[in-house]
């Protein structure tokens, strides 16, 4: 299901797979120096989507929605698993992760976005819950 760059901690991915889902990091995968190109490729080629904080990965021109199974970019801060973990298990609770096929996601501390080819953008506030 999840593809984690290589900018998020192990201990998401074990945080993840708590949650009951299935997820790798770029250095389960041997690709922790690979390329953006190189990993959205290993995350189609796995039917996985691609978690991130990088924001080459939100540039629709370079990556457009809709050209790979789905981007799940983080801007939350500080980049602590306290704060992170209650945020994703939140946006997980609120939108299950098949939901976000095809689509460019974008999460921060109070909202989540959702961009699709031909879609107007999708604002869902993260209240707390």
Sequence with gaps: MFLLDQNLRQTTVDFL???????????DLRLQHA?????????IGQRRLVLTYNADFG???EFPPGTYLGVI??????????VVHP??????????????L?????????KIRIRRVGQATKHIPLADG
Excluded at 17 to 27: C, E, K, N, P, Q
């Design 102 to 110: 095809g689509a460019l996601t974008v999460v921060d501390n109070h």
């Design 59 to 61: 540039d629709v021109r």
């Design 87 to 100: 945020i994703l298990k939140r946006v997980f609770d609120l939108i299950p992760p098949e939901a976000l």
């Design 35 to 43: 390329s953006d190109t190189q990993i959205l490729a290993a995350a």
């Design 73 to 82: 970019r983080l801007r939350i801060h500080p980049q602590i698993d306290e």
């Design 17 to 27: 797979r708590s949650l009951g889902f299935d997820a790798v990091s770029t250095r």
